[in-house]
């Protein structure tokens, strides 16, 4: 896909993204939980970032898409830098919670994890977090069937298989959201392949406004079901 469409793609991720990270938050942590420094691995256009700093001091966002990390928008708490995991630019036991949100399947690694290890403190905590919003309906509805394609992605990945991270806690479940046709619009648009479908089937012109026009027949608001994956871990220094 071209920089335009990566451009457009991160805009899109960046301007709606259901408040799915924050719920998942809460979820696993504490209202009075607090910690001094955070750290979101894979962090996108920093919307899991800024989810994160509620409980945090100070977060570090890293991601490894440029495009991605241009849609960010630091503060005085919250700071982003083009990266990997494995290569994490901190110091050593710097790091008390550590949030993957639907990056591990793509970053999981030894070196990942040694990585962790080294820039974590004594009982860090690691959450690591996934949901699929499910719009096969949604794209039906709009005229676009996609078949399934092999994928090596796994939206319940987690660190279960590594010594050093001590299972704290493991959950499936399924969730309803309500949007707007427009923010409906924003999360088809999120994904370069549904992306690439739109464009290809309304052509490239106004397909967003498009898009939203045909939602908007159909309702005004729109209950999408979102399947949701969490693990949370100890990291075990001693």
Known sequence: MS?????????????YR??????????????????????????GTGVST???AEYCHSVLGVDPSDAMIRQTKSDDRIHYRVGFGESIPLADNTVDIVTF??????????????????????????????????????????????KPRPSSYDHAVNFN?????VEQAA???????????????????????????LVELFGPD?????????????DNKHCIDADIYYSRYLVNQR
Do not use: W
Request: net charge negative; glycine share 4%; with cysteine.
């Open 3 to 15: 920089d335009h469409y990566n451009d457009e793609v991160s805009k899109h991720y960046a301007t």
């Open 18 to 43: 259901p408040p799915l990270h924050q719920m998942i938050l809460s979820a696993n942590l504490a209202k009075n939980d607090s910690f001094q420094y955070g750290l979101d691995i894979g962090c």
């Open 50 to 52: 800024i989810a994160l």
């Open 101 to 146: 949100a639907g990056s591990l399947s793509y970053a999981k690694s030894d070196a990942l994890v040694a990585e962790i290890k080294r820039v974590c403190g004594v009982d860090a905590l690691v959450l690591v977090y996934d949901f699929e919003v499910l719009l096969t309906d949604t794209m039906k509805y709009l005229g676009i069937t996609q």
């Open 161 to 165: 298989d590594y010594n050093g991270l």
């Open 171 to 197: 959950h499936q479940t399924r969730l309803q959201l309500n949007m707007t046709s427009e923010e409906l619009a924003h999360v088809l648009f999120s994904s370069s392949k549904r992306y690439a479908s």
């Open 206 to 218: 106004d397909t967003f406004a498009t898009v939203v026009k045909m939602l908007e027949k159909k």
